[in-house]
């Protein structure tokens, strides 16, 4: 079965660049049927969306961390890569990867979803 | 962006309690709503999409409804393996948004 998992320095100093990346395996990530995503959660906060990518490479960001977010693609070795500039305190949190998939229900309407998530890293920004 | 408020923010309940958890979006989201629970130290798991359908291997104790801004998640009957937190999530936009998260203890 397909499983996700994020690899990355857990401690990261304030101004600093955090990079993590997201190995795929039981499927692939130049697959057309699906995005990938990052989603993070600051300690005894709830879940924020981070951003998804493509095969192709095209993304879709949060408005609120755009300008310092940069996902990647690697499809030759079946990763996918966050990179969050400028990092402070308030960036500390588990960081997820996830897999974002189209589903249709019985009635035919359709959403897309998270459907396999990595078990998360933690990540801590401090000097 | 499209907020998504859950209510409650936590609940005690005991082994077979009834439980439902709600969620209110912004503004209208049609059926594009997803459910999601997480427990410490696991990968999240989803657990409905389409605000109904349940996730393949999720049990059936498990339901969603609702359409347009309001949603429940039900449990009909709590098991000791769903004392966790839950949160709904909005796909409509496109920015995606999580509620605030409901945590289910033990009562």
């Known amino acids: 079965q397909v499983q996700l998992k994020e690899s990355g320095p857990g401690l990261v100093k304030p101004s600093e660049t955090l990079s993590l990346t997201c190995t795929v395996s039981?499927?692939?990530?130049?697959?057309?049927?699906?995005?990938w995503g990052w989603i993070r959660q600051p300690p005894g906060k709830g879940l924020e969306w981070i951003g998804n990518?493509?095969?192709?490479?095209?993304?879709n960001d949060n408005p609120s961390l755009k300008s310092r977010v940069t996902i990647s693609v690697d499809t030759s070795n079946n990763q996918f890569s966050l990179r969050l500039s400028s990092v402070t305190a308030a960036d500390t949190a588990v960081y997820y990867c996830?897999?974002?998939?189209?589903?249709?229900?019985?009635?035919?309407?359709?959403?897309?979803?998270?459907?396999?998530w990595g078990q998360g890293t933690m990540v801590t920004v401090s000097s | 962006d499209i907020q998504m408020t859950q209510s409650p923010s936590s609940l005690s309940a005991s082994v077979g309690d009834r439980v439902i958890i709600n969620c209110r979006a912004s503004q209208s989201i049609s059926t594009y709503l997803n459910w999601y629970q997480l427990k410490p130290g696991k990968a999240p798991k989803l657990l409905i999409y389409v605000a109904s359908t349940l996730q393949s291997g999720v049990p059936s104790r498990f339901s969603g409804s609702g359409s347009g801004t309001d949603f429940t998640l039900t449990i009909s009957s709590l098991q000791p393996e769903d004392f966790a937190f839950y949160y709904c999530q909005q796909s409509y936009g496109t920015s995606l948004t999580f509620g605030g998260g409901t945590k289910v203890e033990i009562k």
């Open positions: 990518i493509y095969y192709n490479g095209n993304t």
């Open positions: 996830a897999r974002w998939g189209h589903y249709y229900d019985s009635s035919g309407y359709s959403a897309d979803a998270f459907d396999i």
């Open positions: 039981g499927g692939s990530t130049s697959s057309s049927s699906y995005y």
